[in-house]
């Protein structure tokens, strides 16, 4: 009888056991479904605001910031087109540019200086005519291994490498930079760090023209502009993702725009 009991008691303990990670394994895959669902809303709410963004009509979205949501069953959805005509792009700004936001971030103007040329440096636009012995010297003597490649950046974090670069600092430019930037910020809309950036820098005069040899006016060209587009979508179930896309936006593109990186999280509550 005493064997009896224990067995009963240890079938007890198995199905308890079964039963608990029967629950625990319906728990996890109801969970994977929901985040599938929200990162599939968050897909889709991006191609609905690239669509709105191409199109002609009054009902183009436009590329401003500005939050739209989206009438969805089953989830709430939030959908942002940022422009990114207002950032710095570090691979082109000249040296007196990146001086001038690094200042305004917080470094000193010797340490803006000296930091700014470094970059130059390191995407090599405009050290080409320096030896690579000489680039390499200051990073050698700081007890680096590698040193300015000489290429453009691959990615933004690429600038903690530079030499003169803290975490801190990085941590503050980095909000006001943008590797898919196209040509010069636009100040109309740069945001307040940008915009004081390119207050500091000094008016270039036109060169005169003559009336008689001014030359004829470029012809006109269709727009295109890069923005990053954010979708957020909240499930029924309470997942949340966000999906981030850079895309250009023209007319010269076959459906109108061209996608340069998509990108995701899931978001933790």
Known sequence: ????????????????????????????????????EAEARADGAI????????????????SDGAPHVLDVEDAAISVRILPLAGKV?????????????????????DKADSLAQAIADWRGRDSWHSPLAQRLAPYRTAGFDDGPPGSPLESLDELGHVLGMTPALLQAVKPHLSLYQMGPPDPL???????????HLPVAEPPPVSETNAPPPPPPQAPITTVTVEAVAVTAAGARFTR??????????????AVLAWGGEQDED
């Open 47 to 62: 191609y609905e605001a690239l669509f709105r963004a191409v199109d002609v009509s009054q009902a183009r979205w436009a």
């Open 244 to 257: 981030r896309a850079v895309v250009r936006l023209g007319p010269v593109f076959p459906r109108g725009y």
């Open 89 to 109: 792009n570090p691979n082109v700004a000249p040296v007196p540019l990146l001086t001038a936001l690094l200042q305004v971030v917080g470094a000193d103007p």
């Open 189 to 199: 809309l740069a945001d307040p760090v940008v915009a004081q950036a390119l207050r």
């Open 1 to 36: 009888m005493l064997l009896v009991l224990w067995t009963l008691v240890l079938l007890a303990l198995v199905v308890t056991h079964i039963i608990a990670s029967g629950r625990g394994e319906v728990r996890i895959a109801a969970n994977l479904r929901a985040n599938a």
